[in-house]
């Protein structure tokens, strides 16, 4: 047993389990209340069950990780409950324990999810007291908040295969139901099912290449199902140079078994982090409430599909296949969802086709293998979306829930807080030095640059390009939204006045992180121009060495790092001045006349309509088949009628004709078939 | 207390068995003496409760044997009763215990009262024969459940069809005399094919033993000693037929495509208590089947015959699952649903290694609650609404927030999401599979996910979505007793997804066991283990990590 030391052996050792538990406890609770008992409980019960859970949580997080950096070689603090599932007899036998793991990556991501859900919960609070949430809602919402928040912790807390799915499975169950929250709206069913369909291609993807790895490992003698174990058997097998996990063919190049189990993984981490051609789910789910989408959209769900691929960032690093697939499908989203985003006119839709597309950069980091760095942008992408995402909430109820931007405008008069907090957000989010995201961004940018694929030029290029897209929409959004004149909508409500209370002050502690968020591992390269030492400089690349692995800086300084940094901060300001130039002043005018364009503007709306592509080519053939072919033919035609009855009535009319004919009436005949008998048994008795 | 048990010491499993048709009998009787002496006819609700008390003693004493009598730590059958029957026969009635059928009989006790709460009031003008059905049924699925003699299994099996179908020709739905005739036009085909091996094996044992014996336990009432019928020798082309008859037997009621016809049917007339009892109890005999006789007895073809039985099992899950997508009944959709999981289970069993064996039976017995409880809430909504037409419903969560929940509950537990039970079976099964039936168990996994997609467009479109109909607004939620039926569904189900270990302690035992039988009555000579094809390490390229230890993997150095 290792030492774990400080809090956690002070305290049994048995803190890391409860950091996941609690909020799972605080939404069990909930939805016994809910569901079952039907039981109403004050504003201030429903708050004092999620928040205790929640907030003993971070606190339990951030001991953990004193804890982590005392005993120095960041050695992994295990908490085992016991065992859990088990079962099979020898080699491949398994025995799955309830065994939570808490390492650097886990610390990152338990900080900032329970950071993120601390001030996305206080947001909460705020509009149930504000009376923008009625209570109800608010029961519900806190309720899979804390499914949402206690499923992803156990997540990335996970020691092994089974209990991550756990956490996966909990993740997705959340979404989905965030997904259908205004459940008897048909389109939020519709969204619910999409929502659902989607993880459930997910789910697919992490059990197989869970359950092939697990049968590879075995079948070569090592069966693993601990992410340390699977680790260390892997490079055992790897240093021995078995050509383990190769189906027959024995060739020296064609680990088969692993690009699949590499896709497997890809597959899920699409599907989670809603990229190309699986992203729909997300600008879908849009109608859930503001608090839910800001916790998914940055620091839950979406984890939860790059935390899969750091997990296994060693594996998919013998999986050429698969990273290419990765690094494809991040490039794809990080373009063409930039470039929905750009044209869209609704505000949530907006704001979720720039999260695909800055978490499509995040997958293309960890394709090109700079996994610190991805992390760092997950980290800082967590706190400004979530600010983003709640902003908009406010213009949102200011406006009494409209979300066409083509209504707004004009708010900046009176909403100038929520004005100045968008500003400062939507900045932070495209990465505007010296807001969060700037370090890690053009840290990935400098990744990329020097990075040996020989397709790395056409990536930056198109990083660049989406980046650019990224500050157009985000400042055409905040124009629509904030300049020129008022529109009807905002008349209507004659006294709009900016948040105040908990939503204010939670947006106040968002706002802080935006500002300082990446100076928490901006890389060495600005340490040297301050003469900062190493270690103390990007501190987050330098805590998750032991964890994940690359190193956490690209090796480039001067002129051409620089050149990418203007590079980057040009793209940026054509983005902002050309939005500036469009919309400013006069708002969104009119739709495109000349046809082209407008069927133009209408794909990349519609994110070249790959979601009813799908539905064309994949569910309608499908229904197709169920319900023609095999319903009707097979099950109706052929079973029902050919067989069952035709078959019965074939039976019925033989069995008849033959006893019509005994019957007959006759006695002759019935003499003869008297005679036949006893001649029979006669025989029979003698013989 | 004590004495009772002192009476009952090695019958206490016929006694189990026994208790609701001796109730039933026992009400009869006094019924038809009151009625010679003149008096009135015992009211029906005396009837009620005394079926329902002697159904939940019944599941009592089961729970007792599961935690006093079975040893999970002992191999093979235990709690062994047997009885003269026909010696000449070679057929005793014989019961025992093993992992398998203890949790098959538990959960078929359990379900009994539940089913028999859940329809009350619905049929009062008959409870008497009702009752009597009922516990009639029960008795005869137990007995199959348990039955260690194949006369024996045989018997129950064939009985449990007289008070199924009275009940379903008295108390059925629309349909029902359509759906009567097939259960029994298809379960006669699959009784003859039992039949006959019984003849075969009844022959058979007497020719090699010179005293017939189709018990599977040692017993001094047959002339053959130490000798049962596992200790027959059947050889390779006789096992074919044999167990092609067993198996078309087997399979009319687990029930496989293509000769699931009579489910959908029977279930869409069926009532409430009667579709959660075929869900379970009816369908696990077949399981049991199964496993108790078809594949310890005739071991080379089962295993000759596995990949084919894996296919059908593939093709019959994908098939059912495909056909649910589009039906517009409710209950004939569930019971689609169970076709697909019949399949899936006989995927599961044909897959011949322990995971794959354990988790088709946890998978049986999980799914089984699942379906039991959707059958539960359907027929909680058709007494409110009057049909089950899915196109009648929409927005039922908005009225009815507690049945949603349920039905959620048993639609996740049927998806396999962890925690709860169905993940457990899902997983024991893929694992399985991974071992002996590689290239299937990836369309076993596609299969398997893609099959719930049926259950959330369902889910949605009753429970989602705005109230279109007028008459669903004012529907009234499940009331206390409804709500405790489905709590006692849930709790069983959340239990076994929480912490399975106790369960698969049981099962796996039972399921060695079987493996160790198959392989010990095997007629084909062993062969040197082969290197299975496409296998993950070529010769050159094994190594000796059979001592690596994930444990110390793990910890740092």
Redesign the interface.
Same mark, same amino acid.
């Given at each position: 047993? *290792?030492e774990i030391g400080g809090w956690n052996e002070a305290l049994g050792g048995s803190i890391i389990r409860w950091i996941a538990i609690l909020p799972l406890l605080a939404a069990f609770v909930h939805g016994v209340l809910?569901?079952?008992v039907?039981a109403r409980i004050s504003n201030r019960s429903i708050w004092a069950i999620s928040l205790s859970g929640l907030v003993t949580s971070f606190a339990l997080s951030a001991i953990s990780l004193f804890d982590l950096l005392d005993v120095g070689?960041l =050695?992994?603090i295990?908490d085992s409950v016991g065992?859990? *599932?088990? +079962?099979?007899?020898g080699?491949?036998s398994?025995s799955a324990e309830l065994t939570f793991q808490f390492d650097p990556l886990s610390a990152v991501f338990c900080l900032t999810v329970t950071a993120t859900a601390l001030a996305v919960y206080l947001h909460t609070i705020g509009q149930v007291a504000n009376g923008v949430v009625d209570r109800e809602a608010g029961h519900r919402t806190f309720a899979m908040l804390d499914l949402l928040v206690g499923s992803t912790l156990v997540l990335v807390l996970a020691d092994n295969l089974?209990l991550f799915?756990?956490g996966w499975?909990?993740v997705g *169950?959340a979404s989905q139901l965030f997904a259908?929250f205004e459940?008897? =709206?048909?389109d939020?069913?519709?969204a619910?099912?999409t929502t659902?369909?989607i993880g459930? *291609?997910g =789910?697919?993807g992490l059990?197989?290449a869970m359950?092939?790895l697990?049968?590879?490992l075995s079948?070569?003698?090592?069966?693993?199902?601990?992410f340390? +174990?699977i680790e260390?058997?892997f490079r055992?097998?790897e240093g021995?140079g078995?050509?383990?996990?190769?189906?027959?063919s024995?060739g020296t190049e064609a680990p088969l078994?692993l690009e699949i189990v590499g896709f497997g993984l890809v597959l899920a981490a699409l599907t989670k982090c809603a990229q190309v051609p699986v992203h729909f789910w997300l600008p879908q789910s849009t109608g859930a409430p503001v608090s839910a989408s800001a916790l998914i959209q940055s620091s839950t769900t979406v984890v939860a599909g790059i935390y899969v691929l750091l997990r296994f960032a060693f594996l998919l690093e013998s999986a050429p296949g698969a990273l290419r697939g990765l690094i494809f499908a991040g490039t794809a989203t990080m373009l063409l969802t930039a470039l929905g985003a750009a044209t869209q006119i609704r505000l949530p839709r907006l704001i979720a086709l720039t999260t695909s597309s800055l978490l499509g950069l995040v997958v293309l980091g960890v394709g090109i293998g700079a996994y610190s760095t991805a992390t760092f942008l997950l980290l800082t992408h967590a706190f400004v979306k979530t600010m983003l995402l709640l902003t908009s909430g406010l213009v949102q109820s200011a406006q009494k829930g409209e979300t066409d931007l083509r209504q707004m405008g004009g708010l900046a008069q009176r909403l100038r807080l929520t004005h100045g907090l968008y500003a400062l957000a939507a900045l932070a989010v495209v990465g505007f030095p010296p807001f969060a995201n700037f370090f890690p961004i053009e840290e990935l940018l400098a990744f990329l640059w020097i990075s040996a694929r020989p397709e790395s030029d056409l990536l930056l290029c198109v990083t660049f390009l989406s980046l650019g897209l990224l500050a157009f929409a985000l400042a055409r959004s905040h124009f629509l939204i904030f300049w020129g004149n008022a529109r009807p909508a905002g008349q209507a409500t004659p006294r709009l006045r900016d948040a105040t209370g908990w939503r204010l002050h939670s947006l106040t502690g968002l706002a802080i992180m935006a500002l300082l968020a990446g100076g928490l591992g901006p890389s060495q390269f600005w340490g040297d121009l301050f003469d900062a030492p190493t270690e103390q400089m990007d501190s987050v690349g330098f805590f998750l060495t032991t964890a994940i692995p690359g190193g956490p800086d690209p090796e480039l300084a001067g002129f051409e790092r620089w050149t990418l940094i203007g590079g980057y901060l040009v793209c940026l300001l054509l983005g902002l001045t050309i939005a500036s130039l469009r919309y400013a002043r006069q708002g969104y005018g009119t739709e495109p006349k000349r046809p082209a364009i407008r069927v133009a503007t209408d794909w990349m709306r519609e994110v070249f309509y790959i979601e009813r592509a799908a539905q064309i080519f994949l569910v309608r053939p499908?229904?197709w088949?169920?319900?023609e072919a095999?319903?009707r033919g097979?099950?109706n035609q052929l079973?029902?009628r050919v067989?069952?009855t035709g078959g019965?009535g074939l039976v019925r009319q033989t069995v008849w004709s033959v006893l019509r004919r005994l019957q007959n009436g006759r006695l002759q005949s019935y003499t003869l078939i008297g005679l036949l008998t006893v001649l029979v048994v006669v025989t029979w008795m003698v013989v | 207390m004590d004495g009772i048990l002192a009476a009952l010491d090695g019958r206490i499993l016929t006694a189990v068995i026994a208790l609701p048709v001796f109730a039933a009998l026992v009400l009869a009787l006094v019924a038809y003496l009151l009625d010679v002496i003149g008096l009135k006819y015992l009211p029906a609700s005396i009837w009620r409760s005394v079926g329902f008390g002697a159904s939940l003693t019944t599941f009592a004493a089961t729970v007792y044997i599961a935690l006093a009598v079975f040893d999970p730590e002992r191999l093979g059958l235990q709690v062994v009763e047997v009885f003269e029957w026909s010696a000449s026969l070679g057929a005793n009635l014989s019961f025992a215990l093993d992992g398998v059928s203890l949790c098959f009989l538990v959960s078929t006790t359990g379900l009994v009262p539940l089913a028999m709460m859940s329809t009350r009031g619905a049929v009062d003008g008959s409870a008497r024969a009702w009752v009597l059905m009922m516990l009639a049924l029960e008795t005869t699925m137990l007995g199959a459940i348990v039955a260690a003699n194949l006369l024996t299994f045989v018997a129950f099996w064939a009985a449990s069809l007289i008070p199924l179908l009275l009940w379903m020709g008295r108390w059925g739905g629309l349909g029902r005399a359509r759906a009567a005739s097939?259960i029994w036009?298809t379960e006669a085909i699959g009784l003859s094919g039992l039949l006959f091996v019984v003849f075969v094996l009844h022959e058979t044992t007497l020719a090699q033993f010179g005293a017939p014996t189709l018990d599977l336990v040692p017993t001094a009432l047959t002339g053959t000693g130490e000798r049962t019928l596992l200790d027959v020798r059947i050889e390779l082309e006789d096992q074919w037929p044999l167990l092609l008859a067993f198996g078309i037997g087997l399979a009319t009621r687990l029930p496989i495509v293509?000769l699931h016809?009579w489910l959908p049917a029977a279930h869409a007339a069926a009532p409430t208590g009667l579709s959660v009892l075929i869900a379970t109890g009816f369908v696990q005999t077949a399981a049991m089947g199964w496993l108790r006789f078809a594949l310890p007895l005739f071991p080379d073809a089962a295993t000759a015959a596995g990949p084919a039985l894996s296919l059908l099992g593939i093709v019959a899950l994908a098939?059912a699952s495909?056909?649910a997508?589009?039906?517009e009944e409710l209950k004939r959709l569930v019971a689609y649903a169970s076709v697909g999981y019949a399949g899936f289970a006989l995927f599961g069993i044909s897959t011949l290694n322990?995971?794959g064996l354990?988790g088709a039976v946890v998978q049986l017995l999980t799914h089984g609650l699942a379906t039991a409880g959707l059958f539960l809430l359907i027929g909680f909504l058709a007494v409110r609404r009057g049909t089950t037409e899915v196109a009648a419903f929409g927005?039922l969560?908005?009225p009815m927030?507690?049945c949603a929940?349920f039905f959620a509950l048993m639609v996740?537990s049927l998806?396999g999401?962890?925690?709860l039970g169905g993940f457990?079976g899902d /997983?024991?099964v893929?694992?399985g599979s991974? @071992?002996t039936r590689?290239g299937l168990?990836?369309f076993a996994?596609?299969a398997m996910?893609?099959a719930?997609?049926y259950l959330?467009?369902v889910q949605?479109r009753i429970?989602?979505?705005?109230?279109d109909e007028p008459a669903n607004r004012g529907l009234i939620?499940l009331d206390r007793v409804e709500?405790g039926i489905m709590?006692a569904m849930t709790i069983p189900i959340v239990i076994i997804g929480v912490?399975?270990?106790p369960l /698969?302690r049981r099962i796996?035992p039972a399921m060695?066991e079987l493996l160790h039988q198959m392989e010990r009555r095997s007629v084909v000579i062993e062969a040197p283990a082969e290197e299975e @094809?496409?296998?993950?390490?070529?010769a050159s390229?094994?190594?000796? /990590?059979?001592h690596?230890d994930?444990?110390a993997?793990?910890?740092?150095s």
């Open positions: 047993m *290792i809910i569901g079952l039907r070689r =050695d992994p295990l065992p859990w *599932i088990g +079962g099979g007899v080699p491949r398994f089974l799915f756990l499975a909990g *169950i259908a459940f008897d =709206d048909s939020a069913s519709r619910g099912a659902f369909v459930r *291609i =789910d697919l059990l197989a359950l092939l697990f049968d590879g079948r070569a003698g090592a069966p693993a199902l601990t340390r +174990g260390a058997a055992l097998l021995q078995v050509l383990w996990l190769s189906y027959g024995g078994l499908i229904r088949l169920s319900q095999l319903a097979i099950e079973i029902d067989v069952v019965s | 097939r036009t293509p016809f098939y495909l056909i997508l589009v039906q322990v995971q354990t927005g969560a908005k927030p507690v929940f996740l998806m999401l962890p925690l457990v /997983l024991f893929l694992l991974l @071992e590689r168990s990836v996994l596609i996910v893609v719930a997609s959330l467009w949605r429970f989602l979505g705005p109230v939620d709500r709590l912490y399975p270990n /698969l796996e060695l @094809e496409g296998a993950p390490v070529s390229g094994r190594v000796d /990590l059979v690596f994930e444990r993997a793990r910890e740092p």
